[in-house]
């Protein structure tokens, strides 16, 4: 372990003690999440997806930043990407067990997810991440790779990002669609995104968004594994 990394967990820490340390941090920050729920999913998926980014990329090259890899943009867009997130979680976690409770097998779904562990909420969590992750996930990681390629193909700095369209059809066309369905999709979603998701929906409602936040640590991690597999995909060029 570098003297850097014991500066990142030393920092890490650090921004954590708070909410163990003082209860009126801990108290402040439920109140932020009850009063602006989608502005707290801004900052938690800023804060934690961008983190686990600069993680996979410490796994990826050994070094925590890099030129055009735009921490600040990634840290942007991870935050509005976060609010779409919250958005779905809450719709899933709504319009799910909704619908299941119109079969007489399910009925009972929705109340179950109210209460406490059972196997009829553990089974209504399943099918709520199964749901999420075989129609919004890949959607979602599908647009996630699109803006950070964009990111990296504009020098990694916020005006680069903004000052130009995003070359959707060029961006689309040069994804390796091997890793991306072979690994990203295919693996990923059923052997770690619906086991995930699943232990997401069975937390209480003000827990989810923040845990799915976490998850994005994981993301990071994944990604740099997928980057690992295809070392020469991130090299790319194409004119913006």
Known sequence: MKRQDLFILLGV???LAPFFVFQEVYHGYEKMN?????IMAFLKFAILATFGEVLGLRIRTGKYNM???GILPRAVIWGFLGMWIAVAIGIFRSGVPAYLDKFQAFSGISEAMQGDFSVLKLWGAFCISVMMNTTFAPVFMTLHKITD???TQTGGTLMGFFSKKIPFQQIISSINWKVQWGFVFKKTIPLFWIPAHTLTFM????AQVLFA??????LGVILSIAALQTPNVQSSKFKV
């Open 67 to 69: 030129p055009n890899f």
């Open 34 to 38: 009850q009063q602006l729920p989608l």
């Open 13 to 15: 820490a650090l921004f």
């Open 203 to 206: 937390l209480p409602p003000n």
């Open 149 to 151: 390629t964009h990111i």
């Open 213 to 218: 936040a976490f998850l994005g640590v994981c």
